[in-house]
């Protein structure tokens, strides 16, 4: 009989065990949410994004606008009035629509943009060597990316916060030191984005059309 109660004992002690261990582990995930892995897998993730944003340029001044994003590699800012000017960035270039200015957009490759780190299909910031500074509080965290080939280029700091990451501003260092900072208010995760706000050629005919 004491043999029979022994091996029970130890049973209920082991099952004990592997329960407290499951829950440390478990604990230790819902107090990390900003390592760089659940960064990592949010970045990854988010693949559609819109949202209302706040800016602030490198001479200081201010403008506001709705942001979509479509990742990889699709973004689309629509800036309010009096400013209406249109940024798209699909197709590997970088095109800025100036309401004064030609229907045909300035362009940029956006691989020169340090804002393509953010387009690219997946994001690693543990293996990737892009994370030049990290710093993380319970519902806070602040990293800065730059492509480890061409550091040169430039930076963005991305600002994430709540209880789970969202990314809530980020801001855009170019190789020439000036700096972009952007700020999102009342995002939205769409199911869909239609694919014609990011067509750059669709959008040079929408204007040449309408100054016939």
Do not use: C, H, W
């Amino acid at each position: 009989m004491g043999l029979v109660i022994l091996i029970s004992s130890v049973k209920r002690f082991v099952k004990l065990q592997i329960f407290f261990v499951l829950f440390i582990s478990a604990s230790i995930l819902r107090a990390d949410p900003y390592s760089l892995k659940n960064l990592s897998e949010y970045l990854t993730n988010l693949k559609l994004l819109k949202a209302n944003f706040f800016q602030v340029n490198a001479d200081g001044s201010e403008s506001s606008g709705i942001i979509l994003i479509e990742r990889p590699g699709r973004m689309r800012f629509e800036y309010d009035k009096p400013d209406n000017t249109l940024v798209l960035v699909a197709a590997g270039a970088l095109a800025i629509f100036d309401p004064k200015g030609d229907n045909e957009p300035i362009t940029y490759p956006i691989r020169n943009n340090p804002i393509s780190l953010l387009l690219n299909s997946e994001i690693d910031l543990i293996n990737s060597g892009m994370v030049s500074n990290y710093k993380k509080d319970l519902e806070e965290a602040v990293l800065t990316i730059k492509d480890p080939t061409k550091p040169k280029r430039g930076s963005v700091e991305l600002l994430f916060l709540g209880a789970q990451p969202e990314l809530k501003k980020f801001t855009v260092k170019n190789e020439n030191g000036t700096s972009t900072s952007i700020a999102l208010e009342d995002i939205e995760y769409p199911k869909n984005i239609n694919d014609t706000l990011f067509s750059i050629a669709l959008e040079i005919n929408k204007r040449k059309d309408s100054n016939k």
